[in-house]
Each structure stands twice: as structure tokens, then as C-alpha cells.
């Protein structure tokens, strides 16, 4: 166990691997001589050298192409893309190429590779720096997605994905960088991906949260009067522990699903869908979703704070819930909210 | 079949005559594609390459085994120079288990991991920066392979081009990238979308070699990819090679070429590759009088013989569509 920032969570699950197996590297903007603009990398050029950790152009196709290139033919390469907004003039080789040549492959070619990328609002980077975009690739199969909540479940993903043998996007929230928490390193630390943590237990709701609504969610449930939640951190998107939500759900009755990034397309609605569909007898109440507006990250500090869900609003949404047995409008619909 | 690969991959390495036979045999399957066509037995569409034939025997015949090929989805003959055999291309294209990946691929999609032959790519421009990322696994694992990526004209015009080659230049590695100039990019002529007469001449923004090839003459193409790869073992980085060449026939299955000016397919047939390539080993003593003609009867035959066989063949089914998306 150990104490240690978020960032450097990672950075020493990428080291570790790389003590582990020659066949790790790391590349991205910025990634070797600076550390990566966030520091999750900071220490690994020094300790494994430049053939290992590389500084890649400005050029996210080409790096991501290589990282495809690579892992196709034996790495397992670990690249970087500093804000997940910038995979857009990449998303051909991950979607389109990495998952998918298992399967133009005959099962031949395997695409071990990692696509790290930091993703959300809360730093005031504008729109265009502050998305979180799990839409651009839940809905595309051969690909797995594992989203980091903190320190803890950095370090084990981490890893968990660099051994994956098929392509795992990690995004990690960039406004838990900093966030400092206690790790367990080492193999025995490894989180399987596919695998929900369940972080508070209570009777009366299941919060199922992802990334940045982990700790929201966790905030909202100590906050709560009058009931108590399971609190369900998904860690991998997908594919996504369907068996976690279930039981739970099962057991309390009622279900919140609470995403960073706008409703429509969302990952929770998938959530909400199998839900209703194969445990409807269970609920005792419509699940709900908590979400961000359908708009783009505002700049402001204040309207940026309004457009994530904090963890006051997700007490008021579940408090109402719970009090009227209906699902209650998103903030934005409500009479005046807008003035 | 995997030993049946490999010796058609060593044929084309070691024997100029095989190189002929093997370029009579792309034509052949690629003519004979357009009478599947006509009997309904193709679904979807097809790109086939007649004409091109000189560059994939040529490509194939400079490198080795373990070697890693990106191409892309005009990928039947450099697949079948590679080694893939009639039945492998044929079943792909027809969607049956015989096909290189068992027929779900369909015509665009071919691979063969024992002669390096990585997925072929549908995507214009996709293979370039994948294969300066299989450069990286020989240059991080210090083995002497290199990898190639074969693209058309109109992937010079793609920022995964410039991406890829810059990437490969600044790392200096193991990579051969080559670009099929066949006049076309998809319906349009070369002049049309590049304002340049020569793609090579992009090299110099790399600082990489950039060499004008002769992609109708087999030798030609052979000993520039030779050279290019000797570079590259030794540790001296990428090279840009274009071959210069024709496609004989439309884009895809719809396109009947009615854009070509009158006149140029005949001009490029004068110095058809596999014609002057007969020729040229008869010059040398290497085939008799005659004896072009009877290999591609016979080879032809036998191309026919491999199509009648897989039409025989099974589709793939339900259960194929549920395999190889995770692994």
C-alpha cells in the first residue's frame, strides 16, 4: 500500500508493467522528456530509456496508426493523447482498425495495445478541452473501455489494460490528477477489467456512478437524510458488470444512473435499459438518470460547476424521487431555471 | 495450407519465372472475379488491380517472410504474391470458409500472419502509420525485419500519410512506403487531386530518399524495394517509392472507367507487365519460344479449377459473426 496522486498511480503502473514485460512502451505528446503534460509518466524515460518512452509529434493518427502497428506485431504499446477530444483525428485507428483486426484476422492478430486519454470538465479548458466522449466508442465492439475514479482504481486498471490482449481505452478524469489516495501496487493490486467496485452499501437506492460522479455519488450518499444508497463504481465501461447493478438493484429497489456527459447517447442509458428490461419486477420506483445537459462545457467557473452534477443535486434528485415515486425533472427543465 | 503459403511465398522470393506464373495468376483471378460478378455469386463490391500486377510480385519478391505487408483493400494481388493461394482470395471475395479469414472479410479484407500479411486495411491512408508501428516492434525488439506499406495515390493526399511517413523519418525506422500510382484516385485522375508529377518528390519534406519506379516492370520494382529494404535493416530509416502504374479496370465492380480519355489504356497495355515480362525471360534464355503462352494457359486453368472449388464451399455461419470480437 501507498500514498500517492492519481497521476502518479499511473505513471507507476506503467512502470511496473514495463519492469515486467520488454515489450511495454509508451509514446504520446510530451510523454517522455517532459514527464506528460499531466506527469503520469514522469520517471519512465529516465528509468527504460528512449527506445522505450518517446515524445511523438503532434500527430495523433500517425501515433495511434503506430501504437496499432505495434501491438499487431508484438508490443504492447501505451500511447497518449493528452485530451480525449484530440482522438477525434484519431478515432479511424482505434474504431475502424484496432477493433477490429482480431476479427479481419481470423483471430490471428491480436491489438494488445492501451489508449490513454484524459477526459471532463472542472478546470475551466473550455468546450472543447472538457468532454468526456465514452459515446465515441461504447457503441463499438472489439474495443474495451475502463474509466480511472481515483488513485486507487488507477493504478489497477492501469495495468489490468496494459495486459489485456485486445485494445482498452482508459480515460481518466483530469480534474483527479492531483487527488491523493491510498494504492495498493503490485500484482495483488491488479483490478480485472469488467469488474464494478461497490463503495458504500445502503437499502433504499443503488447510485451507479463512473470517473468523476464516483466521488459526487459517494458525496451525495453521506449527505443523504433519511436513506442510504449502494453506491456502484462501474470502473470498466465496457463491457460492464451488469451482475454488480443487478443484485444490487435487486436488493434496494430503485436505481440513479449519474454520467458527466450529456443525456442523449449516454452510457447510462444502456444501464437504465437492461435494468428495466430484466429486473423490472424489482424496481419499486423508475430509474433515473442524472446527467449533464445536452450542451456544450461551459468556459465560466460557476456555469461549469452547474453543468456537471455536484453532489447536493444528486441528493435532491434521489430525495425527490424517493418522495414522490416519480422520476423528477432534470434541473434544467424546472420552471425558472434558466433565468 | 500454411506450408502450401510459405512455399508460394519462397517461390516468388527465389524464382524470376515463378514471378511471371505468379502475375499470370493474379490476372487470371481477377478476370475471372467479373464473371462471378455476372453470376451473381459476389456480394457487395470488389477492387481488382490488372495491370498492377508487376508492383505486388515485386514488393513480395524483396522482402522476407517476417516482414509485416500493410495493403489495402485493392489487396488481391499483393496477397496472392505474398503466397495467399487462388482459393484464400477467391473465398474471400466470395464470402466461404475457404477465404483467408474464413469469409466474413469479404473482397477488402485479407490476412496471412505466417507471410506477414497484417489485416488489410479499407480505410485510405489507414496502413501507413501502422505499418511505422510495426517498424517499431522490430526497431524496439533490435530484429532486422522491416514493414511495408503499399497505398494507392489517393492516400498521399491523407493526412495519415504525411502523419506516418514523419513519424517513421523522425524514429528512423525499419519502413518502406509504397505508393501504387495508377493514374486514379477512385473516379478521378491523379491531376485532378495532387498538384505535383511525382509523389516521391514528398520524400524530400521527410528528409527520406523518394524514388520514381518503373511499377510495369517487375525487376525494376524488385530491386528498388531490395534497395530500400537493405536501407532500412542497416538501420538508415524510410524510404518513399512510387510505382508508376495503370489500373486496367474501374475503381470497384460499378465504375466502368467511362472517365478514361480515349487512347491511354491502349498506350499502357504497349508495355503490359506480365507481356513484357514474358518477353523479357525469353530474351534471357530463361523461358523457350512459346512457353509464356503455355504457362498462362495452364495457369490460368488452374485459377479456373481453384474459383470451380470454391464455389463448392460453405458460407460461414451464425456462429462466425459471435467469433474474434474480443479476444
Redesign the interface.
Given at each position: 500500500m501507498a500514498r500517492m496522486r492519481m497521476n502518479q498511480a499511473i505513471a507507476a503502473a506503467i512502470g511496473d508493467e514495463m519492469r515486467e514485460n520488454p515489450d511495454v512502451v509508451t509514446f504520446g505528446e510530451d510523454v517522455a522528456v517532459a514527464g506528460g503534460p499531466f506527469k503520469t509518466s514522469d520517471g519512465l524515460l529516465e528509468e527504460f530509456g528512449p527506445l522505450r518512452v518517446r515524445d511523438t509529434p503532434i500527430a495523433e493518427m500517425g501515433f495511434m496508426g503506430a501504437a496499432v502497428g505495434a501491438a499487431a506485431t508484438g508490443l504492447r504499446p501505451v500511447a497518449e493523447i493528452m485530451f480525449v477530444e484530440f482522438l477525434g483525428v484519431a478515432l479511424d485507428q482505434l474504431v475502424t482498425e484496432a477493433a477490429k483486426f482480431n476479427y479481419l484476422s481470423g483471430g490471428t492478430v491480436r491489438v494488445p495495445m492501451v489508449m490513454r486519454a484524459s477526459v471532463g470538465a472542472g478546470l475551466g479548458f473550455g468546450c472543447q478541452h472538457s468532454q468526456v466522449m465514452e459515446s465515441w466508442m461504447v457503441g463499438s465492439p472489439g474495443l474495451k473501455i475502463a474509466v480511472l475514479s481515483g488513485p486507487g482504481n488507477a493504478y489497477g486498471l492501469t495495468r489490468a489494460a496494459i495486459r489485456d490482449d485486445n485494445p482498452v481505452a482508459v480515460l481518466e478524469p483530469r480534474i483527479l490528477y492531483a487527488v491523493r489516495g491510498d494504492v495498493t501496487t503490485g500484482v495483488e493490486g491488479i483490478i480485472p477489467l469488467g469488474q464494478a467496485a461497490t463503495l458504500a452499501s445502503g437499502n433504499d437506492i443503488t447510485l451507479v456512478s463512473c470517473g468523476s460522479t464516483v466521488r459526487t455519488c459517494l458525496a451525495a450518499a453521506g449527505e443523504a437524510d433519511g436513506w442510504t444508497a449502494d453506491v456502484i463504481d462501474l470502473q470498466t465501461l465496457q463491457p460492464w458488470d451488469t451482475e454488480a447493478v443487478l443484485s444490487s438493484v435487486a436488493r434496494t429497489g430503485r436505481l440513479a444512473v449519474v454520467e458527466e456527459c450529456p443525456y442523449s447517447g449516454g452510457w447510462g442509458a444502456d444501464i437504465v435499459a437492461k435494468v428495466v428490461s430484466e429486473a423490472f419486477g424489482d424496481l419499486s420506483a423508475p430509474p433515473m438518470r442524472i446527467t449533464a445537459p445536452d450542451v456544450h462545457v461551459p468556459f465560466g467557473k460557476e456555469l461549469e460547476q452547474r453543468y456537471l452534477p455536484s453532489a447536493e443535486y444528486v441528493t435532491a434528485q434521489v430525495g425527490e424521487l424517493l418522495a414522490t415515486g416519480e422520476s423528477p425533472p432534470h434541473w434544467w427543465e424546472r420552471d425558472g431555471a434558466l433565468v | 495450407m500454411s506450408s502450401e503459403v510459405l512455399a508460394r511465398r519462397e517461390a516468388v522470393r527465389t524464382d524470376r519465372t515463378a514471378r511471371f506464373e505468379r502475375m499470370v495468376e493474379i490476372r487470371a483471378l481477377e478476370d475471372a472475379v467479373r464473371g462471378l460478378f455476372a453470376e451473381g455469386l459476389v456480394h457487395g463490391t470488389t477492387h481488382t488491380c490488372q495491370g498492377q500486377e508487376a508492383v505486388s510480385v515485386g514488393v513480395a519478391a524483396a522482402l522476407r517472410p517476417t516482414d509485416?505487408v500493410?495493403c489495402t483493400y485493392r489487396g488481391h494481388g499483393m496477397g496472392m504474391a505474398l503466397g495467399l493461394t487462388p482459393q484464400q482470395v477467391c473465398g474471400e471475395i466470395m464470402g466461404r470458409v475457404v477465404g483467408?479469414?474464413?469469409g466474413?472479410?469479404g473482397s477488402m479484407?485479407l490476412?496471412e500472419?505466417s507471410i506477414g500479411l497484417?489485416?488489410?486495411?479499407a480505410?485510405v491512408g489507414?496502413g501507413?502509420?501502422?505499418?511505422?508501428?510495426?517498424?517499431?516492434?522490430?526497431?524496439?525488439?533490435g530484429t532486422d525485419d522491416v514493414?511495408v506499406a503499399v497505398f494507392g495515390d489517393g492516400a498521399a493526399n491523407i493526412?495519415?500519410f504525411?502523419?506516418?511517413i514523419?513519424?517513421a523519418s523522425?524514429?528512423k525506422l525499419p519502413a518502406i512506403f509504397i505508393c501504387e500510382n495508377n493514374q486514379y484516385g477512385e473516379y478521378s485522375p491523379i491531376a485532378a487531386t495532387t498538384p505535383i508529377a511525382n509523389i516521391a518528390d514528398r520524400a524530400v519534406s521527410y528528409g527520406i530518399p523518394g524514388e520514381v519506379v518503373d511499377g510495369q516492370d517487375v525487376d525494376a520494382v524488385n530491386a528498388a524495394v531490395e534497395a530500400a529494404a537493405a536501407r532500412a535493416r542497416a538501420g538508415d530509416g524510410p524510404s518513399l517509392l512510387e510505382m508508376k502504374t495503370y489500373r486496367y479496370a474501374g475503381h470497384s465492380r460499378s465504375d466502368t472507367a467511362p472517365y478514361r480519355p480515349a487512347g491511354e489504356f491502349e498506350k499502357w497495355y504497349e508495355r503490359d507487365p506480365i507481356n513484357t515480362f514474358g518477353a523479357r525471360l525469353v530474351a534471357e534464355g530463361l523461358l523457350a519460344d512459346g512457353e509464356p503462352e503455355k504457362i498462362t494457359a495452364r495457369v490460368t486453368e488452374q485459377v479456373d479449377a481453384a474459383v470451380a472449388e470454391v464455389k463448392t464451399a460453405d458460407s460461414p455461419g451464425v456462429a462466425s459473426m459471435f467469433?474474434?470480437?474480443?479476444?
Open positions: - | 509485416s500493410c483467408s479469414i474464413g466474413v472479410g479484407h490476412c500472419t497484417l489485416p488489410t486495411m480505410i489507414a501507413v502509420p501502422v505499418a511505422a508501428g510495426a517498424a517499431l516492434t522490430a526497431q524496439v525488439r514493414a493526412g495519415a504525411h502523419e506516418g514523419n513519424i523522425i524514429w467469433e474474434n470480437v474480443l479476444v
